[in-house]
């Protein structure tokens, strides 16, 4: 099993980025999908989810009107739609799979991405 995440940078307070996760190995289209992020001295948390295959989403309530979760089942993959960036984003963000359906805590996922690291300068 394998989650592939991409797409993180160095962006501006104010700017977007859309971050990939690519996964192989597992029957993706039974997997509900997940997001979170850990900043340097913090914990892990959860940031949005998605199941399958309604595609029902959930979010933390500190990114809700800018970030935006989506998936494809069609190319394996989950995204993340970040939009007005603030300095507190900063952070490493991870791609998670879970045969439940998702949820916010991550004891729900089975399966891990690397992670991808998002900084936003202010």
């Known amino acids: 099993v394998q989650l592939q995440a991409s797409g993180g940078g160095l962006v501006q307070a104010g700017g977007s980025l859309r971050l990939s996760c690519v996964a192989s190995?597992?029957?993706?289209?039974?997997?509900?999908m997940g997001w979170f992020r850990q900043a340097p001295g913090k914990e892990r948390e959860f940031v949005a989810s998605?199941?399958?295959?309604?595609?029902?989403?959930n979010s933390a309530d500190f990114v809700k009107g800018r970030f935006t979760i989506s998936r494809d089942n069609a190319k394996n993959t989950v995204y993340l739609q970040m939009t007005s960036l603030k300095a507190e984003d900063t952070a490493i963000y991870y791609c998670?799979?879970?045969?439940?359906?998702?949820?916010?805590?991550?004891?729900?996922?089975?399966?891990w991405g690397q992670g991808t690291q998002v900084t936003v300068s202010s």
């Open positions: 998605i199941t399958s295959p309604s595609s029902t989403t």
């Open positions: 998670a799979a879970s045969r439940v359906g998702g949820g916010t805590r991550a004891v729900m996922y089975d399966y």
């Open positions: 190995g597992i029957p993706f289209s039974r997997f509900g």
